[in-house]
């Protein structure tokens, strides 16, 4: 008798032991996708006045990013059917698509929400084409006039320029004649241009490392948010092979969505530890 209870009551916790191993939830624990968009922004950060932020902001920083994801996406689809590029002439230049090429490439950058460290701030989400190039929201443009970063909702002090034509304007020089300085990029023309001898190329070298725009904590981290952007064909097709072939830490990922300024960071502006020859890659990137 004894014995029979025993083997049931074993009969019994093998059974639910069995059921445990099976079940649907244990088995989704264990194939529990690598979580693959970083956590929302932390508690959002608001040292501003009673009615600086406006009631919207959340809603309408979320259809801002849809119209962004929905541009990317129509781009990521022209630079698919664009036809291969044939290099030609010493030194090589891309025949006949070539400004096709590069102009598509510009504009999957442009539009690029992942280039942040919550993948949620594009160039884009500051400069959209049906507001000239300006701010998106309407209500942004009549409160805090600046745009909020990746980092909700750490925002700058002034309003984003209208830039269609900034990349003519000349590199920053006195005029004698006028006696005022011509040219330059930004409100104050302080992207001179000088070193690179174009203001606006100076200029778009900020934005993905300040803190109140798209906040990455240091500058490789646009390499590597770009070898596994889904344009990283093309990127490599106008650069050339080998120009993404960079190895970086197991943490680089944890340092790219932790926005600039964090404390983890102290003063450090290349947390990320690269060989010397990578960091003058993802420099060149
Ligand atoms: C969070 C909002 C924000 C984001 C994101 C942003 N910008 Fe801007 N942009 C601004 C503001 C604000 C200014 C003017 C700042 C100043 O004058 O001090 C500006 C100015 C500029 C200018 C100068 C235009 C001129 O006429 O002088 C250019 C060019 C520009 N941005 C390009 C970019 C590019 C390229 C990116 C992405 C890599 C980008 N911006 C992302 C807010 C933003």
């Known amino acids: 008798m ?3 209870v025993l083997l049931i009551t074993s009969a019994v916790w093998l059974l639910i032991l069995v059921a445990f191993l099976l ?13 693959e968009k970083p956590e929302p922004s932390p508690t ?6 009673p009615g600086i932020l406006p009631a919207d902001l959340d809603s309408e920083l979320m259809r ?20 291969p590029l044939t290099f030609t002439t010493n030194p090589p230049i891309i025949h006949l698509n070539g400004y096709q090429a590069v102009e598509t490439l510009g504009k999957l950058f442009q539009y690029d929400l992942k280039m942040s460290p919550f993948e949620n701030t594009a160039c884009a989400s500051c400069h959209m084409p049906y507001a000239a190039f300006s701010g998106p929201i309407p209500s942004v443009n009549l409160t805090m006039i600046a745009y909020p970063g990746s980092f909700h909702f750490r925002a700058g002090k002034r309003t984003a320029q209208r830039y269609p034509y900034s990349p003519d304007f ?9 006696a005022a300085f011509i040219g330059g990029n930004f409100w104050d023309g302080r992207a001179t241009g000088y070193i690179l001898q174009s203001p606006d190329a100076h200029q778009a070298q900020g934005p993905p490392v300040d803190t109140q725009e798209m906040a990455f904590p240091d500058t490789a ?13 093309l990127f490599e ?12 830490p197991e943490d680089t990922e944890d340092i790219c969505e932790t926005p ?5 960071f102290g003063t450090s502006v290349t947390p990320i530890k690269l060989n010397p020859s990578d960091r003058v890659r993802a420099t060149e990137v």
């Open 260 to 264: 600039g300024g964090a404390a983890v």
């Open 44 to 49: 959002a950060y608001n040292p501003y006045p």
């Open 221 to 233: 981290c646009i390499a590597f948010r770009l070898q596994t952007a889904p344009y990283r064909f």
């Open 64 to 83: 801002v990013q849809r119209e962004i994801q929905g541009i990317e996406d129509a781009t990521l689809v022209q630079a698919k059917a664009l036809p």
């Open 237 to 248: 097709e106008i650069f050339g092979e080998g120009s993404l072939d960079i190895k970086f």
């Open 170 to 178: 000349p590199v920053m020089e006195y005029d004698t004649v006028q």
């Open 23 to 35: 079940s649907p939830s244990s088995a989704k624990e264990k194939e529990k996708p690598k979580e």
């Open 2 to 4: 004894k014995r029979t």
